[in-house]
């Protein structure tokens, strides 16, 4: 049973580096860090290439992250039968309220659910837009199974992946995350 436990820890260690979009080169390990709290965070000249993330938007329109260069975006996957969604919806409104004017956008993506389900579970909690991804096609595209959920991945302001949170989050931890990603500037083309 210990090998297990060994076994599945190093697999999702190692999956965590890559999604963070690391290497495994000595210079670029100190600057990939992984928390006791599993927030996996990179430095902004180790980060990967921008994810593509569009799709429809719950109450109907269109959605690119493209058109968001220049923000940081918090992206926040969820579905409305998850109990640690409903109870960190309050913290990522309250952070999206205290960021959002530094340049912050923040966009949920429901996995997993009926369109009406997804709606009810956003009224009154969150007014920040979220995709509709019942087939967790969009989620899968960042390695974000839907078993997984909730979960949380920081894009700069070009759009590359700067911190994830495969956990409910608290305001007091996800806040200074986003401040510190939103001083970063743009990278020179």
Known sequence: MNA???TAGLLAA??????????????QEKTCTTTT?????????????PPKLAGELLLGGTY????????????????????PCRAEADDLEAVYQATKGS???????????????????????????????????TALALDIPPNS????VVLDRDGR???????????????????RVAAEKLAPN
Do not use: H, M
Not at 104 to 132: C, H, M, W
Not at 161 to 179: C, F, T
């Open 103 to 137: 340049g912050v956008n923040f966009l949920g993506i429901n996995v997993q659910d009926s369109r009406d389900k997804a709606k009810a579970f956003e009224k009154g909690r969150v007014t920040y837009p979220s995709l509709f991804d019942p087939s967790s096609k």
């Open 4 to 6: 297990r436990r060994w």
């Open 64 to 83: 690119d992250v493209t058109e968001a260069r220049g923000q940081v975006v918090v992206v926040n996957f969820w579905g409305s039968w998850c109990a």
């Open 37 to 49: 709290d599993g927030i996996f965070e990179c430095a902004p000249d180790q980060r990967s290439a």
């Open 14 to 27: 190692a999956t965590a580096v890559a999604l963070v979009g690391c290497t495994s080169s000595k210079a």
């Open 149 to 152: 959920v909730p979960a949380t």
């Open 161 to 179: 992946i700067a911190a994830v949170i495969r956990a409910a989050v608290k305001q007091e931890g996800l806040q200074p995350i986003v401040e």
